[in-house]
């Protein structure tokens, strides 16, 4: 089992930037790609970022490439999610997911362990 827990919402205003964290328990962090989704009041959970299991390789959804930052300290047992230049419509509760696989994952099945989110509010 891999717990884990993510921190660092809040509300914002639009332009402003914010820093996910999500810090993990049990197994091996190391031994896991990484992945942040989020989800919007009546909308299906999107893929943010992927991250593989040393870091070196990452991924973003569309709609926060050039503007969001993955990455992980595989010492802390952490992933991080930097957010800059936030929108109204990036407002959503963000989940990090912890996923077995070797290979580029953004679909939310291919993800073993999920945390319980943390609600960011980008206000106009």
């Known amino acids: 089992q891999v717990q884990l827990v993510e921190s660092g919402g809040g509300l914002v205003q639009a332009g402003d930037s914010l820093r996910l964290s999500c810090a993990a328990s049990g197994r091996t962090f190391s031994n896991y790609a990484m992945g942040w989704f989020r989800q919007a009041p009546g909308k299906e959970r999107e893929f943010v970022a992927y991250?593989?299991?040393?870091?070196?390789?990452?991924y973003y959804g569309d709609s926060v490439k050039g503007r969001f930052t993955i990455s992980r300290d595989n010492a802390k047992n952490t992933v991080y999610l930097q957010m800059n230049s936030l929108k109204p419509e990036d407002t959503a509760v963000y989940s990090c997911a912890a996923s077995s696989r070797w290979v580029l994952v953004i679909r939310t099945t291919e993800y073993n362990y999920w945390g319980q989110g943390t609600q960011v509010t980008v206000s106009s």
């Open positions: 991250i593989s299991r040393t870091g070196s390789n990452t």
